[in-house]
Structures are given as C-alpha cells and as structure tokens.
C-alpha cells in the first residue's frame, strides 16, 4: 500500500515540514507516501503574480483567486486522477473513519486555502469534497492537510514501529486510551497499579479495557453513546464509576 499526496498550497515549505520528522518522514523513506506540492504563484500570469482579490460584495479580508487555482489543479491533474479534497471550515467534520475511507484511493489532492477562503467557482468545478478538522479558525488549510497526511502515514502497514499499534489506537475501537506508565517506579509521590506489576495478563487486559471504558464515559460520553457494550463490559464501567466517586468522597 502507499499514497501519493498532491498537495495545493501558498505555503509549500510548511507542508512539506510534515515529512520531516516522526512516523511520516519514515512512510518517505520506505517510499509508502509521496508528498508533491504544487504552489498556485507558479500559475499566476500577471507581472506582480497576484493570487488574491478583494471580495465582490465588499467586507474586509481577501479571496483566493479562480484562474490560478484553477490552472494549478489542472497541472495537477496531468499527473494524479485523484479526487480534490478542499480543506476549509465549512466542510463535513473529519474523522478518523472518514480518513480511513480515504485510504481506500491511493492518491489525493488537498487543496488549501488563504485568506478568508477561495472563489466559491473553484469549489463548483473542481472540488470533490470539503472537508474541516474542527470548529476553531485556522489561518489556513496546511496545517488540516498536514493532519490527513499524518492520519493517512499511520495507517500504513510496515511503517509504525509496532505493527499492531495502529489497531489499538484510540477511537479504532471507539474508545480513548488506557494510562500508560514506564519506569521509573515512583515519579514524585506517584507509584503505579499494582496490577499492572502483577504479570496476571488477564487481569492486566480487563484493567485497561475497564480504564478506557471509564475514562471515555466521564470524558467523551458522546463516543460511548455510539457502542453497543458487553454486559461484562458494562459491569466493568459501573465498577469504576463506583470507584471514581469513591475517590471523590476521599480525604
Ligand atoms: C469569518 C469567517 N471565517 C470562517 C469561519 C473566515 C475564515 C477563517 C479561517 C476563513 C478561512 C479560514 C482558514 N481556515 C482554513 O483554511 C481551514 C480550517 C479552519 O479554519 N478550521 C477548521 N478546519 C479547517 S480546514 C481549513
């Protein structure tokens, strides 16, 4: 498996830092993904090689321009069939699912966007998807293309250290994570469960499911609602909720 990446961008250094380092930078160096960044300035025409204009209709700010946007993903396009993902904070909520459906194409083009966004014509024709990474304002689309990139590298079979990792990451079962600790034993005044030093497997693995099942209901209760849970899954929430208000009552 691998992906190519076309990335459409004012800012090409910045994406590229994305492949610089960490579990991306080793998909490059295994040849799973390729990163190609095409900078629309280079498909501008006029002398001062304008890629914005003020917005019809007045109002502050600026808007990309059609033409050479346009002339960039059809450069784009003698190269990659691939569907034209536009990042921006009117698209659909991504989600690790969506990005696994993703997967399943093995190029895409990520298109983003300055200023106070694109010529809505851009999205008429050329635009596949919309696609937002949450509801805060970014100054631009790199940094949500960064993110599909480094989503999209550590699905990639081969490239995570531990070959299972990718399957035990949260939200790949629906659930967050379990803690985690390392040596050494005591940090401060803080030790570590007892049964995680007990080498009892079976209890190890029934501990972490009870801690993601209760970490996740007092902190995401909205990805527990979307589970179907197991009568010993749910005994091992009410223990823990049992547990956790003990602790409250505590001191
Ligand atoms: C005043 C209206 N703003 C829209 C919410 C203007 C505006 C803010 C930020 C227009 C563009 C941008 C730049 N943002 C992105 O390009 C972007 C983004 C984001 O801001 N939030 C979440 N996901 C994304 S994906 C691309």
């Known amino acids: 498996m691998s992906f190519r990446f076309d990335v459409i961008t004012l800012f090409p250094e910045l994406v590229d830092s994305v492949v610089k380092s960490g579990i991306p930078r080793r998909a490059v160096e295994q040849n799973a993904i390729e990163l190609h960044c095409w900078n629309p300035r280079d498909y501008t025409t006029d002398k001062h090689r304008t ?3 003020r917005p019809y209709g007045g109002g502050p700010g600026m808007v990309m321009k059609a033409d050479c946007l346009l002339d960039t993903v059809k450069a784009v396009k003698q190269h990659s069939t691939a569907k034209v993902i536009y990042l921006s904070p009117q698209g659909k909520p991504l989600t690790q699912s969506a990005v696994q459906r ?7 083009i990520l298109l983003c966007g300055r ?3 694109i ?3 851009v999205i008429d024709i050329a635009v596949d998807e919309e696609w937002s990474i949450g509801d805060y304002v ?4 790199e940094l949500a293309a960064m993110i599909v990139i480094d989503v999209l590298s550590r699905l990639l079979p081969n490239v995570l250290g531990h070959e299972d990792s990718a ?3 949260s939200f ?3 659930l967050l994570d379990c803690p985690h600790y390392t040596r050494p034993e005591r940090v401060e005044n803080l030790g570590i469960p007892d049964v995680l030093k ?7 693995a029934k501990w972490r499911r009870q801690q993601a099942l209760g970490r996740t209901k007092q902190r995401r209760p909205d990805l527990l609602q979307k589970l179907e849970l197991s009568e010993e899954d749910k005994k091992l929430l009410s223990d823990y909720l049992k547990s956790s208000s003990n602790e409250e009552r505590e001191d």
């Open 167 to 169: 399957e035990q990451d």
């Open 138 to 141: 970014l100054s631009g689309g």
């Open 119 to 121: 010529d809505e014509r």
């Open 115 to 117: 200023y106070e966004g």
């Open 51 to 53: 890629v914005d204009g």
């Open 102 to 108: 993703f997967a399943q194409q093995e190029n895409l």
């Open 198 to 204: 007990s080498g009892n497997h079976a209890e190890i």
């Open 172 to 174: 790949t079962d629906g």
